[in-house]
T-cell receptor
Framework: DTAVSQTPKYLVTQMGNDKSIKCEQN?????MYWYKQDSKKFLKIMFS???????INETVPNRFSPKSPDKAHLNLHINSLELGDSAVYFC?????????????FGEGSRLTVL | AQSVTQPDIHITVSEGASLELRCNYS??????LFWYVQSPGQGLQLLLK??????LVQGIKGFEAEFKRSQSSFNLRKPSVHWSDAAEYFC???????????FGSGTKLNVKP
């Protein structure tokens, strides 16, 4: 069973379109994240939700809208896609309690905007 | 503000040689430190982590890392590299009980046969 799964793995779309990426974790974690990895492999946090509540919202354009219907799911919707949105988007989860708290990552969703 | 520096963008080692990847962090309190590995086309996998106690921590795949508070470093080591270790390696830091992770820019490891 995949611990953190995200779909789709690949998206190719035109500028101006809207797209969504879905993420689910079966680890029982209470915190989920979206990270963006650019072409230079730099990982940048975008959003984080704890028990469906937004707790981290970095300086991300408001074309990006995360939604967490429950603590096991975190989706990312992107409106009016731009060329600069091309990247790999990683979903991750962690537990805010206990003494670990490390991130568990999905395999990534590679978005290409043409 | 917290930050993580990985000074080496690329490293090439021969198979069987030893490896050390550098990581320095900037943080005001005792950090939680992590090393992750990313194989091509894959997500990030945790290699090891440090929270407290023994400053030399062992991880998966034969990796270890040493926390040196005086040098603000958490360098990753492996005594004998295998071709399958070729990947991108990321160092990360977070604060206790706060779920924001700061990642370094990564070090790409190439392994020569």
């Amino acid at each position: 069973d995949t611990a953190v799964s995200q779909t789709p793995k690949y998206l190719v779309t035109q500028m101006g379109n809207d797209k969504s990426i879905k993420c689910e974790q079966n680890l029982g974690h209470d915190t989920m994240y979206w990270y963006k990895q650019d072409s230079k492999k730099f990982l940048k946090i975008m959003f984080s939700y704890n028990n469906k509540e937004l707790i981290i919202n970095e300086t991300v354009p408001n074309r990006f809208s995360p939604k967490s219907p429950d603590k096991a799911h975190l989706n990312l919707h992107i409106n009016s896609l731009e060329l600069g949105d091309s990247a790999v988007y990683f979903c991750a989860s962690s537990s805010s309690g206990g003494n670990t708290g490390e991130l568990f990552f999905g395999e990534g969703s590679r978005l290409t905007v043409l | 503000a917290q930050s993580v520096t990985q000074p080496d963008i690329h490293i090439t080692v021969s198979e069987g040689a030893s490896l050390e990847l550098r990581c320095n962090y900037s943080y005001g309190a005792t950090p939680y430190l992590f090393w992750y590995v990313q194989s091509p086309g894959q997500g990030l996998q945790l290699l090891l982590k440090y929270f407290s106690g023994d400053t030399l921590v062992q991880g998966i795949k034969g990796f270890e890392a040493e926390f040196k508070r005086s040098q603000s470093s958490f360098n990753l080591r492996k005594p004998s590299v295998h071709w399958s270790d070729a990947a991108e390696y990321f160092c990360a830091v977070k604060r206790y009980n706060f779920n924001k992770f700061y990642f370094g820019s990564g070090t790409k490891l190439n392994v020569k046969p």
